[in-house]
């Protein structure tokens, strides 16, 4: 977890209100199409104008179900311990999920996700301490589709320890999956006190809540299971083209969700935030990682913050092929302003091929590059013992500080240690073996990989399993 003591602002407070009315604008005018009869239901008694499938929301419901909303949310881990509280600036990381394939080596062969890379995935997470959370980062095609969710939620339960974020197609996976999670914590009280998943849903922009989109957000907040409900939109393709635009539709999406989610149960535990990035009008491909798409989706947390609620974002991803400088590039300059931007829930780490493939050797990099993150932002300690004006007496001019006692005292903290980086003259870095930075990567893999999971107890896995088979 990082609590960066260096925030970077991208809009002023005029901007934030300017896209707050205009925002307002497009839900009380545009409205939204709500493709579910209970959902059009609840905003129909709340108050929303309601013609067919298109609903028009007024301010004042906006207002009542950010009043309604909780502030922090507390997620549990495996053993129904509080593990992350998420709200104010407290930064934690975690996997993306569901790529279609997986890149071995970094720069080797691209194959088939399966549902062994699940498992691999969520052990290399549970071992990384800079990674928080986990979520599949592989879409199992070994798996029949009406199962796939309920067997990635599984695998990664009997991996990982850490809180899990979690993605299903057919809410009737729903159900499965969360008997899974309240057995690994041990019962419903752990449930309820700090939950060990929480569901990532999306509306579909422009502007639609789907059934399936709108039953999701239903079941959660009649659950009790943290919901993060967040637009993927593409500027220029089912967004405007302008970031500012972009930033508008996002938030009239997030928050129309929010009013049906609150006023079906009011204090469900909901999280704001989206990825927008641009659509390429020459490839087709929406890019997951373009500079101007983290200042647009940093835009969107703030708006987030704005409204009190904890958020959502996405870093450690690429949009290379491969694991190369391109990659490194990409993870740094997402990395970094997510961290200073005060997300709550960063995504993604792990992604190549803007979010089609996964790779050990990127999520493992990206985690040395969080770490280096966390250096950066934790500020300069200006304390007395810090500031050092003794030790400078002491030495005077022209002298030196490597036996000064303050040095002995402190240089241990005060180091940085290389980790996957190497700070090495190149002679030694040759003696080593002349290892490049993928190469220490894949060696790193290795070694997570050998260790063993956490353990589970083994009625808890037993129920699990019986849950899963029936």
């Not at 609903?55 to 992350?84: F, H, N, Q, S």
């Not at 997986?102 to 800079?130: C, N, P, Q, S, W």
């Not at 500031?387 to 241990?412: K, M, S």
Request: aromatic share 6%.
């Amino acid at each position: 977890m990082i609590e960066a003591k260096v925030r970077w602002r991208i809009l002023g407070d005029e901007q934030v209100e300017r896209i707050h009315a205009a925002a307002m604008r497009v839900l009380s005018e545009t409205g939204c199409e709500v493709a579910h009869a209970r959902g059009v239901e609840v905003l129909r008694k709340a108050g929303a104008q309601v013609t067919g499938t298109r609903v028009r929301i007024g301010e004042d419901l906006v207002t009542e179900a950010l009043k309604r909303a909780p502030k922090e949310i507390v997620l549990g881990d495996g053993d129904g311990r509080p593990a992350m509280t998420l709200g104010g600036s407290r930064v934690h990381f975690g996997t993306g999920s569901d790529c279609l394939f997986v890149r071995e080596g970094g720069t080797g062969t691209r194959r088939k996700a399966v549902l062994d890379d699940v498992r691999r995935f969520a052990r290399i997470a549970h071992h990384l301490g800079e990674i928080d959370f986990v979520m599949s980062l592989a879409c199992a095609s070994d798996v029949a589709p009406e199962r796939q969710y309920r067997e990635q939620f599984a695998a990664m339960l009997t991996e990982t320890t850490k809180p899990i974020v979690f993605t299903v197609v057919d809410p009737a996976e729903l159900d499965p999956i969360l008997e899974m999670s309240i057995e690994a914590q041990g019962g419903a009280a752990a449930h309820r006190k700090a939950p060990h998943l929480v569901l990532y849903a999306e509306p579909v922009s422009p502007l639609a809540h789907v059934e399936t989109s709108v039953e999701k957000l239903l079941f959660c907040a009649e659950k009790r299971v943290p919901v993060v409900y967040a637009p993927g939109s593409m500027g220029g393709g089912t967004a405007p083209v302008t970031g500012a635009g972009s930033v508008v539709q996002s938030v009239a999406e997030i928050l129309s969700g929010l009013v049906i989610h609150q006023f079906a149960v009011p204090g469900a535990a909901f999280v704001f935030g989206g990825a927008i990035g641009p659509f390429d009008m020459r490839t087709s491909v929406n890019v997951l990682c373009a500079p101007f798409g983290a200042t647009w989706t940093a835009a969107l947390v703030e708006m987030g913050k704005h409204y009190g609620l904890p958020t959502w974002s996405l870093a450690g991803c690429s949009d290379s092929k491969v694991v190369d400088a391109q990659a490194a590039i990409d993870a740094a300059l997402m990395i970094l302003p997510a961290a200073l931007s005060g997300a709550n829930l960063v995504h993604d780490v792990g992604y190549l091929e803007s979010g089609m493939t996964s790779s050990p050797e990127m999520l493992v990099i990206s985690a040395e590059i969080i770490r280096v993150v966390a250096r950066m932002t934790a500020g300069l300690d200006t304390s007395d013992d810090a500031l050092a004006v003794e030790a400078i007496g002491r030495v005077g001019p022209g002298g030196h500080f490597l036996t000064d006692e303050h040095t002995l005292r402190r240089f241990r903290d005060e180091r940085f240690d290389g980790g996957l980086l190497d700070y090495r003259n190149v002679a030694a870095w040759e003696k080593a073996g002349a290892k490049t930075m993928l190469d220490r990567a894949t060696e790193h893999v290795t070694e997570l990989l050998a260790k063993d999971p956490p353990p589970m107890d083994a009625k808890r896995r037993r129920r699990v399993l019986d849950i899963l088979r029936r």
